[in-house]
């Protein structure tokens, strides 16, 4: 049961095969076998999910022509989205202690859409991790080898999925953190277009980058969970005010004839394994009609360092509010305010978290503002504008979603630069505000490795169409780890 797809279980729901009370029974028992070993969840909200579930079996009972789409389902949420009445630590000792007194809107809209969450996913601290070995609560294991990291900072929500503690998932991703666990994970993971869904009670790591998303099994269950997750926001002054979209209508359209683009600056280096795989998968792509086509985005090289500068600054903003004084963690005995402020965020905030506020902080700074920050502002729209011209050209863009795949925890802990490549492939889209997403494609040595999608902008469903076509037609992601059987 639990490695069934969301697709699956809503239709086992519908037959009345199983109850919700039953079906979320089952996965908090999986939660309370294998979270120990995995690390996946910070918080867990058994009590209050199996109130939710009897409460959806009794209106599937009554009203079943009015229940809401994904009734009775199970999922859990990235702890950074605020959960009213939960602990929302953004994987930070800072905010150990905060129980956040709203619920985002993401957290509003997949409640309403029927889903009960099970709990909160750990996650690298503040989302700042490619690795999910910067929590504050001890780094998630890979369910496929639990000696290698899941990939971040969304890495307790794609672990989750993986493992069959939860069907589906909701993550964010600021430079890859839905897309690169997604493919070490072996699971499917979207990042939509920037502002497709609300930032509202989600905690801002670089404003001008984060987005929300879901991750799922299949292509499938992605849609299903974007449907309720996306759609515009008042309240959140980046939301897109687009009309609301069936991100399934067009699952099964045939992408015979599509031009999908393959960006010489991201195969240039491949090591030869994962050329294979990913090789194979587009040979798949090929056999269904689609054309491939060679393109160039020849400003790549220079995403990392544009990222690296941008994030930074705009993390070294967003975290001054954490200060000791309002809410969050607070140093013992200050003996004054600027005592308090240092103490407070020295010893509340983690390693990394530290490392990014300092260059962001450096780079904003007077006499470094334009040889820095600016200059990178620039570099970002011509990052974006070699997306633009490629979409001339092609209907889609394919490319590794990472270099290898997982590495072993703490492998690469003592070297922050080494760490930063491995969003090498993932950064650009950010930065251009484009939807990316991550399929699993094969595997190397025993361990998942995906292939990246992107799309123009708004073009999620096109992204989804292809990547189920693709499942359609290769088993990969139907694969679970055996030992979590």
């Not at 199970?74 to 602990?87: I, Q, R, S």
């Not at 260059?359 to 620039?378: N, P, R, W």
Request: hydrophobic share 35%; aromatic share 8%; with cysteine.
């Amino acid at each position: 049961m639990h490695f069934k797809t969301l697709t699956e279980l809503k239709l086992a729901l519908h037959k009345k095969e199983i109850s919700s009370h039953e079906l979320v029974s089952h996965y908090l028992k999986r939660i309370e076998r294998f979270n120990p070993q995995l690390n996946t969840f910070i918080t867990v909200t058994g009590e209050s999910a199996l109130q939710e579930a009897q409460k959806a079996d009794d209106l599937r009972a009554r009203d079943p022509e009015n229940a809401p789409p994904l009734l009775g389902l199970p999922m859990a949420h990235k702890d950074l989205f605020c959960t009213d009445g939960v602990k929302t630590s953004c994987g930070s000792k800072m905010l150990d202690n905060f129980i956040a007194p709203y619920d985002a809107t993401v957290v509003t809209k997949c409640r309403d859409a029927g889903l009960i969450t099970l709990g909160k996913t750990n996650m690298d601290e503040f989302a700042m991790g490619s690795s999910n070995e910067n929590s504050f609560y001890g780094p998630v294991a890979n369910p496929w080898n639990t000696e290698y990291v899941p990939g971040g900072s969304s890495g307790g929500s794609a672990a989750a999925v993986a493992a069959g503690l939860v069907p589906v998932s909701t993550g964010t991703d600021t430079g890859g953190s839905i897309r690169q666990p997604a493919a070490l994970c072996g699971i499917t993971g979207l990042k939509p277009t920037y502002g497709r869904v609300s930032r509202y009670g989600m905690t801002a790591f670089a404003s001008s980058l984060d987005q929300g998303g879901p991750f799922g099994k299949s292509a499938e269950d992605v849609a299903l969970l974007l449907n309720a997750m996306a759609g515009f926001d008042e309240r959140d002054s980046t939301s897109l005010n687009v009309p609301a979209e069936d991100y399934t209508q067009h699952l099964n359209r045939s992408i015979a004839g599509l031009k999908i683009g393959l960006p010489k600056e991201y195969f240039k280096n491949m090591n030869a394994p994962m050329q294979k795989a990913l090789d194979e998968a587009l040979k798949v792509l090929e056999k269904l009609g689609a054309t491939l086509v060679d393109i160039s985005l020849p400003h790549a090289d220079l995403a990392i360092p544009t990222y690296y500068v941008l994030a930074p600054a705009e993390c070294s903003s967003n975290l001054s509010r954490f200060d000791g004084v309002r809410f969050g963690y607070r140093c013992e005995n200050p003996r004054d305010l600027n005592d308090l402020y240092l103490r407070s965020r020295g010893e509340g905030f983690g390693t990394e978290v530290k490392r990014r506020i300092l260059i962001g902080t450096y780079v904003l700074s007077a006499g470094y503002y334009e040889a820095y920050y600016l200059q990178a502002q620039k570099t970002r729209q011509l990052i974006k504008q070699d997306f633009d011209d490629a979409f001339k050209n092609v209907d889609v863009i394919a490319s590794p979603t990472t270099p290898t795949p997982a590495f072993k925890i703490g492998e690469k802990v003592s070297d922050p630069v080494t760490m930063y490549q491995c969003d090498i492939y993932t950064l650009a889209l950010n930065l251009a505000g484009l939807p990316g997403l991550s399929m699993p494609a094969g595997f190397i040595d025993g361990l998942p490795v995906g292939l990246q999608l992107m799309g123009h902008y708004m073009q999620e469903s096109k992204l989804l169409n292809i990547a189920h076509q693709y499942q359609c037609h290769s088993d990969w992601h139907s694969q679970h780890p055996t030992a979590m059987e």
